[in-house]
C-alpha cells in the first residue's frame, strides 16, 4: 500500500492531506500549542486519533490515543542513532531514522513500513512517501510520520529548504530492497 502525506506550504499552522487507496484523511496541528496537539481525521471530519506531546527536556515524546480506545506511548530510544520506539495496546513499534531522508518501521523484529521524506521544502512543505504492509496498522503508520514531522522538521515556514537528511550515526542501515506484502 502506497501513502502520501502533503503539508500544505503556506498556511499559519501544520495541515496535511493524507492520499491512501480509497481514502484521504487529514491532519492539523493545534495553533498555539505549547505541546504538539495534532488531530488525524477521516472522512467527515470523524477523529481518528490525537497526537499530544509530552514534556521531556532531551527526548521526543508522545501518546497516540485513537478513538477505539488503544494508546500508545512514542519516544526516542537512542537520541544520536535515531531509533524511536511506540509501546501500546499489546503492540509494540520500532522506527528507525536512516542516512540520509529515510526511515522504516519494524514490529516484532519485521519490518512493516517505509518513508521517505522530500529533500526541498518550500515554506513548511513536508511531503512523505509510505510503502507498508497491506496488513499493518494504518491509523499508527500514519500517526509515526506525523510525530516525525512534529518532532524533527520544524522549521521556517517562510523559506526555501534543502534538508541533507540524516548525515550521524544511524543504528541500521536502510533495507533498499524491501517491498510491501
Not at 506550504?9 to 492539523?28: D, K, N, Q, V, W
Not at 535515531?82 to 523484529?109: A, P, W
Not at 534538508?163 to 530492497?177: C, K, T
Request: proline share 3%; with cysteine; hydrophobic share 35%.
Amino acid at each position: 500500500m502506497n501513502i502520501s502525506v502533503q503539508q500544505r506550504e503556506f498556511s499559519l499552522r501544520s495541515e496535511y492531506e493524507i492520499s491512501t487507496p480509497g481514502c484521504i484523511y487529514l491532519a492539523e496541528k493545534k495553533f498555539f500549542s505549547w505541546r504538539d496537539k495534532i488531530k488525524l481525521m477521516g472522512p467527515r471530519d470523524q477523529i481518528m486519533a490525537r497526537i499530544i506531546g509530552r514534556f521531556s527536556l532531551f527526548r521526543s515524546k508522545y501518546d497516540l490515543e485513537l478513538t477505539d480506545g488503544r494508546t500508545y506511548h512514542f519516544w526516542k530510544q537512542k537520541i544520536w542513532k535515531g531509533v524511536f520506539r511506540c509501546e501500546g495496546s499489546n503492540e509494540s513499534f520500532t522506527l528507525y531514522e536512516h542516512k540520509g531522508l529515510n526511515y522504516s518501521i519494524f514490529q516484532n523484529n519485521s519490518q512493516i513500513a517505509a518513508f521517505n521524506k522530500n529533500r526541498l521544502r518550500i515554506g513548511n512543505g513536508d511531503r512523505y512517501e509510505i510503502r507498508m504492509n497491506d496488513d499493518a496498522n494504518l491509523i499508527v503508520v500514519i500517526c509515526l510520520a506525523l510525530v516525525v514531522d512534529a518532532s524533527e522538521n520544524e522549521g521556517d515556514p517562510a523559506s526555501v529548504t534543502y534538508d541533507f537528511g540524516n548525515i550521524g550515526p544511524q543504528d541500521r542501515p536502510f533495507d533498499r530492497s524491501w517491498e510491501p506484502s
